[in-house]
């Protein structure tokens, strides 16, 4: 008995509006996921690469201690108790 022989395959007439929504499913999914790019050659290990973590780093620094100094001028000391305030020698 004879094996059929298999019919080549005969591309389907729509295949360009398969390639169009296919492209527009793409896009949506690039929309949904606007992070899902390429990685950054730059960056080392971590999210971000040296020169940003440095400067971020600096700016909190200085930010930090510029509120310190703000603080530490405005602190008046802690109020002593009445008692010690009006000692009485006797």
């Known amino acids: 008995m004879d094996t059929p022989e298999k019919k080549p395959k005969i591309p389907k007439q729509g295949t360009e509006s398969e390639d169009k ?3 527009r499913s793409e896009e949506i999914a ?3 996921h ?3 790019d390429e990685p950054d050659p730059t960056a080392n290990d971590c999210n ?3 020169p940003q ?3 971020a780093f600096c700016l ?3 930010t930090m201690f ?3 100094v703000d603080e530490i001028n405005d602190f008046k000391g802690c109020p002593l108790p ?3 305030q009006n000692e009485v020698k006797g």
Do not use: T
């Open 66 to 68: 510029v509120l310190a």
């Open 53 to 55: 973590m440095l400067f």
């Open 30 to 32: 690039k929309m949904i």
């Open 48 to 50: 971000y690469n040296f």
């Open 60 to 62: 909190g620094f200085v």
């Open 21 to 23: 929504s296919k492209k």
């Open 82 to 84: 009445e008692y010690f």
């Open 34 to 36: 606007p992070h899902d």
